[in-house]
Nanobody
């Protein structure tokens, strides 16, 4: 059984940076995708970024391109989300997820972490 544990959220001012981490444990395969999603109050959960574990291929939501970077550390079974130039509209609970297909579709992800709060003050 796969488990995901996020960390690294917090409060930051506009223009600041945060790095989120997600440690994956349990049964693993080489062909899977790790993604980051976020959900603001009263809003639907939305895709942020994803990475194919074996190849390192990445995809990003248009709203974060050029500001956020997803990466992974194979030895640590950890995926990161480096967030720079943060804006108040980035405020949300950020979730790590694991799935099989690289892309933004929530339905492709079958394992989710508990979420970590990111708050960007103006």
């Amino acid at each position: 059984q796969v488990q995901l544990v996020e960390s690294g959220g917090g409060l930051v001012q506009t223009g600041g940076s945060l790095r989120l981490s997600c440690v994956r444990s349990g049964r693993t395969f080489s062909t899977y995708t790790m993604g980051w999603f976020r959900q603001a109050p009263g809003m639907a959960r939305e895709f942020v970024a994803a990475i194919r574990w074996s190849s390192g291929s990445t995809v990003y939501a248009d709203s974060v391109k050029g500001r956020f970077t997803i990466s992974r550390d194979n030895a640590k079974n950890t995926v990161y989300l480096q967030m720079n130039s943060l804006k108040p509209e980035d405020t949300a609970v950020y979730y790590c997820a694991s799935g099989g297909v690289l892309g933004p579709n929530l339905a492709n992800y079958n394992t989710w972490g508990q979420g970590t709060q990111v708050t960007v003050s103006s």
